[in-house]
Nanobody, 121 residues
Framework: VQLQASGGGLVQAGSSLTLSCQAS????????MGWFRQASGKERVFVAG???????YYSDSARGRFTIPRDNAKNTVYLQMNSLKAEDTAVYYC????????????????WGQGTLVTVSS
């Protein structure tokens, strides 16, 4: 599976932004998809994930503000981010794995290249 993330940019605090992750290669529908982020100088952390069965899971920081819809017909997963805060500034990565959602980045088999989100306060 090849993953291409896009949609990052510079936004003001309180605004919304939607990231996209386009998959190609193997059957997208069979994979759980996750979004992770990595702030400068920090480790990569889980943000949100969605299973092939459309069950979703969110980090505490994302829950209530972010959603992770996926469109299997378009081989695309999104990260819809609302009420953005300065602390959401990071490089965001999409990732895919077989099986269910996990919050650790280690089990994810495929990664996109990352897209930078900068939230100005």
């Amino acid at each position: 599976v090849q993953l291409q993330a896009s949609g990052g940019g510079l936004v003001q605090a309180g605004s919304s932004l939607t990231l996209s992750c386009q998959a190609s290669g193997r059957t997208f529908v069979n994979y759980a998809m996750g979004w992770f982020r990595q702030a400068s100088g920090k480790e990569r952390v889980f943000v949100a994930g969605i299973s092939w069965g459309l069950s979703s899971y969110y980090s505490d920081s994302a829950r209530g503000r972010f959603t992770i819809p996926r469109d299997n017909a378009k081989n695309t997963v999104y990260l819809q981010m609302n009420s953005l805060k300065a602390e959401d500034t990071a490089v965001y990565y999409c990732a895919a794995k077989s099986g269910g959602i996990v919050v650790s980045p280690g089990p994810y088999e495929y990664w996109g290249q990352g897209t930078l989100v900068t939230v100005s306060s």
